[in-house]
């Protein structure tokens, strides 16, 4: 028959892709070409591809490509990887699938708008939250406003959860 290993097992971010080599051993004399396939994936926007899909007769690996869709919740999902040789004789193994947060963050303010008087000021929290375990710093840059205003933050860059925006017309 052919052998895979008893469990696979992978950890991959929603909207990212990660492989895995799979290898075949194959006992009891046999020969010839193996098939791969993956079924039964819990979650259709999970894919699992294989290069090659078919294992030659002398080769006895392939990568699988494991690719996790943006919009997959985080958690944890199962597969099941077949292995077909000559004569219909297959063996199959479980993949489970962990989907984490990737890794970034969003911007909020609060308030979300300013009313200012010419030659005023006023200010904004801009509020990071971070997801996917991202600790980096967050460099903020101001854009758009007409001739005359300007913004600045404080601190830039931050590693905190949150900076001031203050604007001046």
């Known amino acids: 028959g052919r052998w895979l290993p008893p469990h696979i097992s992978r950890s991959i971010a929603r909207g990212a892709n990660a492989t895995s080599t799979v290898t ?46 943006a919009a997959v919740p985080a958690g944890s999902y199962s597969a099941t990887v077949r292995a077909t040789g000559p004569g219909s004789v297959a063996t199959t193994v479980a993949l489970t699938i962990t989907v984490t947060e990737a890794q970034g963050y969003t911007l909020t303010t609060a308030p979300s708008s300013l009313s200012i008087a010419p030659g005023a000021a006023s200010s904004t929290t801009v509020s990071i939250a971070r997801t996917g375990g991202f600790a980096g710093g967050v460099t903020l840059a101001i854009a758009g406003f007409p001739i005359g205003i300007t913004a600045t933050t404080t601190p830039n860059p931050t590693t905190a959860n949150s900076a001031a925006l203050s604007v001046n017309v």
Do not use: H, W, Y
């Not at 075949?24 to 010839?32: C, D, P, Q, S």
């Not at 926007?45 to 990568?63: L, Y």
């Open 24 to 69: 075949i051993t194959r006992v009891g004399g046999l020969t010839g070409d193996v098939a791969l396939t993956a079924e039964a994936i819990s979650n259709a926007g999970i894919t699992v591809a294989f290069a090659p899909s078919t294992i030659a007769a002398a080769n006895t690996t392939s990568t699988a490509t494991v690719t996790v869709g």
